[in-house]
């Protein structure tokens, strides 16, 4: 699994790459932390199919 990940930024507006800042396993899948390195925004994503960022 990579540690950085292309994303759209709210906080910035543009596409960046996001750093993989945590990362275990839950019942529902593997869950990652992400985070904005220019503005510390964050989301996580669990097995890639939930995804706090949608919100």
């Given at each position: 699994?990579?540690?950085?990940?292309?994303?759209?930024?709210?906080?910035?507006?543009?596409t960046r790459t996001f750093w993989k800042v945590a990362s275990m396993e839950v019942h529902?899948?593997?869950?990652m932390k992400w985070d904005c390195p220019e503005c510390d925004y964050g989301f996580v994503q669990i097995d890639g199919n939930v995804d706090s960022s949608a919100v």
């Open positions: 699994m990579s540690l950085e990940l292309e994303h759209e930024c709210p906080e910035c507006g543009e529902l899948g593997t869950k």
